[in-house]
């Protein structure tokens, strides 16, 4: 048994330097187009062990190169270490990095100068703020403009998992915010095989991807619903640690979470637990502390609950596609207020200079072929 394992002779995507410095947002995308099935959304533990994935205990591409571990199962013919009847490592075909989120960079300081149109808005059904995603969804799936959406929904405990829509009974069990982190797009493949028009909603780093997907692999993404995203969690740090040590609360019995006038709240039947943000972002995954997009700049449309009053939903129009699709929906109300842009401006520009790095040069080394080491460009 050779003590030096040799890397395979195919080369490696750019997604890895992306994997290698805890960049990746485990947004499903390069899983979604992957044609080998190599590039795979798992938290880190022992069985699924990859000497070419960080050992993070939070989602990020475990596999990729999984299969060259396997130091008994050496292949002469591909110079690897692979039984090319279950192959499944990387042939470097590179369509992951072109769909990456990462790789494409963020937007620049005007996050909104693309918004065509914005407004204030509220179904009468029962969501997180104004319940505008679950109007949306619902209105265009009754009218047949969707027949699937993509999204995430939770048990009682608060374990999330990405859940396909296929109905307009379905969308509002899935409706309210969790702060727990799904890589959505990691559905997507199996979902373009049976369905034609499909709506995907995320956080802005998901629904990037998304717009990316749709431009380089498929035209079946009809709408990307974008959340505004100050930051996510695992579900170690909200379910295991923040809710009951921090919060003081039994997870079931918590029926909303929110994030509010600097504080992280949880509301029961009978109580309201709340702790100042400061005292939990600290805990946020790790991609957070270097995401540059507050309100999913890159989405046909984005909805938020900064900058509009309680029971009310902040929307943002960013393309032709957004407008169409909003002025098809039925039974939206809309206020005649504007949405407080100097909020929502300020709150951009704090999340931009907290986790302000250097992406262009990571950009610019990466895709000159280079290596990129986060303390050589520190300076
Ligand atoms: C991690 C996270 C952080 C957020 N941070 C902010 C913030 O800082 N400021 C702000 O104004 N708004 C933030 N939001 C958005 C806000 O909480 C509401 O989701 C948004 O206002 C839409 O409200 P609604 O009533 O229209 O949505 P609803 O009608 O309740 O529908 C919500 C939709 O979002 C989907 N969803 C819920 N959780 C997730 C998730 N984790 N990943 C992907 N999809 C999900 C649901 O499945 C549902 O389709 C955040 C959302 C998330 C998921
Ligand atoms: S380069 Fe191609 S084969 Fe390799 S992980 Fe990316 S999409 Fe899959
Ligand atoms: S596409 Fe998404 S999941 Fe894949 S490496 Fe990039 S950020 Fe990570
Ligand atoms: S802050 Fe939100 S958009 Fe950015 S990486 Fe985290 S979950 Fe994705």
């Known amino acids: 048994m050779s003590a030096e394992i040799p890397v395979p002779q195919i080369g490696f995507p750019k997604i890895y330097q992306v994997i290698k410095n805890v960049l990746c947002t ?10 080998m099935q190599a590039a795979k959304v798992q938290i880190y533990n022992e069985a699924n062990y990859n000497k070419f994935t960080p050992t993070v205990a939070e989602p990020t591409v475990v596999k990729l190169f999984s299969e060259v571990s396997r130091e008994d199962n050496y292949c002469a013919h591909r110079k690897c270490y692979v039984d090319c009847e279950t192959c499944v490592t990387c042939q470097n075909c590179l369509a992951c990095q072109r769909i990456c989120p990462i790789l494409d960079g963020f937007p620049g300081d ?13 179904s009468s059904l029962h969501g997180q703020d104004g319940a505008v995603v679950t109007g949306i969804l619902k209105s265009l799936f009754e009218q047949g403009e969707i027949d699937a959406a ?10 999330t998992e990405v859940v396909v829509l296929t109905s307009a009974e379905e969308v509002s069990r899935v409706g309210g915010t969790k702060y727990t982190y799904e890589p959505v797009l990691s559905e997507l493949r199996g979902v373009l095989k049976d369905y034609e028009k499909i709506a995907v909603v995320g956080t802005p780093c998901q629904v990037h991807s998304a717009s990316l997907l749709r431009e380089n692999l498929t035209d079946k993404i009809k709408l990307v ?8 969690f695992t579900y ?19 029926k909303k979470l929110d994030f509010a006038k600097g504080k992280f709240v949880a509301e029961t039947a009978d109580d309201k637990a709340l702790v100042p943000i400061k005292e939990i972002s600290h805990l946020a995954r790790k991609p957070c ?10 989405a046909d449309i984005s909805v938020g609950s900064v900058g509009s009053p309680d029971g009310w939903s902040t929307i943002f129009i960013r393309n032709d596609t957004g407008k169409e699709y909003l002025d098809k929906v039925q039974g939206m109300e809309y206020d005649e207020k504007p949405i407080f842009m100097e909020i929502v401006q300020k709150l951009a520009a704090q999340k931009h200079k907290n986790n302000e790095w250097d992406y262009q040069k990571f950009k610019e080394v990466v895709w000159a072929g280079g290596e990129w080491t986060p303390e050589e460009h520190s300076t």
């Open 26 to 35: 485990a947004c499903g995308g390069c899983e979604a187009i992957c044609p």
């Open 110 to 122: 005007d996050e909104f100068d693309n918004v065509i149109d914005q407004r204030v808005g509220k």
């Open 150 to 159: 993509l999204s995430v929904s939770r048990n009682e405990d608060w374990e």
């Open 225 to 232: 619903i974008g959340l505004i995203c100050m930051e996510s």
């Open 236 to 254: 170690d740090d909200m379910g295991e640690n923040i809710i009951p040590n921090i919060m003081g609360l039994d997870r079931k019995t918590v």
């Open 289 to 298: 502390h270097h995401c540059m997009d507050y309100t999913s700049y890159y």
